[in-house]
């Protein structure tokens, strides 16, 4: 079989979650590229709106779903509407997510709780649902797990994130965790650990700490608007479909110093 024929995803349907911006669009438009047809979810429709846009002028086919989904309520109704629209959900791409900046001693309850439910319990509801419902029936599905080189280390000087690292660290282990048990059904489960990428939640910390991060990284530049595309196109396809349970560091080799 040809490499092209298995980077091929037309016909798959592709869920990203915090797919409106950032590096969640950056991806969406990688599967789209490759012939997926997309569903991305955000809290604000207008910002769906505007990645819907720049997607649907690519040629993709594209879907919007406006939805808080810490709130375990709503997510039953995202993969509904993305069934009722596309019939399955073939690719997951885990990437909503948010952060806190806080030393552990001052930090709040709330703000501990905001970035756990997103990052990691709303991750693994969804994934139940969708697994439940098409992944498992289907004998087949690829789950993405974004986490962050955060949860391969502890905190760094500066990066007051204890909640955010604890929760990436807890998708590290997540997606080591169900790639042993949900292979039996051949799905494959994996994980891109970006690095600093310029995002909204990584901005303060290129404008504080930019020159540092730029000295502590071999390729000497913080990450682009392409830099994850090949890796989630990888493991979207069936070009990975003997990788599972890893966890790749897209750094620019940060990680290795």
């Given at each position: 079989m040809s490499l092209k024929h298995l980077m091929d995803l037309s016909g798959k349907v592709a869920l990203i979650t915090g797919g409106s911006r950032g590096l969640g669009l950056q991806m969406a438009e990688a599967l789209g590229e490759l012939g997926a047809k997309l569903a991305i979810t955000a809290r604000k429709q207008h910002e769906l709106d505007a990645a819907a846009e720049q997607l649907s002028a690519q040629g993709i086919d594209v879907i919007t779903c406006a939805a808080d989904l810490s709130r375990h309520e709503t997510l039953p109704g995202v993969v509904d509407t993305i069934l009722g629209r596309y019939g399955n959900i073939d690719i997951l791409v885990n990437n909503a997510g948010a952060?806190?900046?806080?030393?552990?001693?001052?930090?709040?309850?709330?703000?501990?709780?905001?970035?756990?439910?997103?990052?990691?319990?709303?991750?693994?509801?969804?994934?139940?649902?969708?697994?439940?419902?098409?992944?498992?029936?289907?004998?087949?599905?690829?789950?993405?797990?974004?986490?962050?080189?955060?949860?391969?280390?502890?905190?760094?000087?500066?990066?007051?994130?204890?909640?955010?690292?604890?929760?990436?660290?807890?998708?590290?282990?997540?997606?080591?965790?169900?790639?042993?048990?949900?292979?039996?059904?051949?799905i494959n489960v994996n994980a891109i650990c970006p690095g600093v990428f310029p995002s909204k939640m990584a901005n303060i910390l290129v404008e504080t700490m930019g020159d540092t991060i730029l000295a502590m990284t071999p390729l000497g530049r913080v990450g682009g608007p392409?830099?994850?595309?090949?890796?989630?196109?990888?493991?979207?396809?069936?070009?990975?479909r003997h990788i599972t349970g890893q966890c790749v560091a897209v750094d620019g080799g940060a990680s290795v110093i």
């Open positions: 952060t806190w900046g806080a030393l552990a001693e001052d930090h709040s309850a709330e703000a501990w709780y905001k970035v756990l439910n997103l990052n990691v319990n709303a991750l693994f509801f969804l994934t139940q649902i969708i697994g439940k419902k098409c992944m498992i029936p289907n004998r087949s599905g690829k789950i993405i797990n974004i986490a962050s080189v955060a949860g391969l280390m502890g905190n760094p000087p500066g990066m007051d994130t204890i909640a955010y690292n604890t929760s990436k660290g807890a998708v590290v282990n997540f997606t080591r965790a169900l790639a042993a048990e949900w292979g039996k059904y051949n392409e830099d994850l595309k090949g890796l989630v196109a990888l493991f979207a396809s069936d070009a990975a």
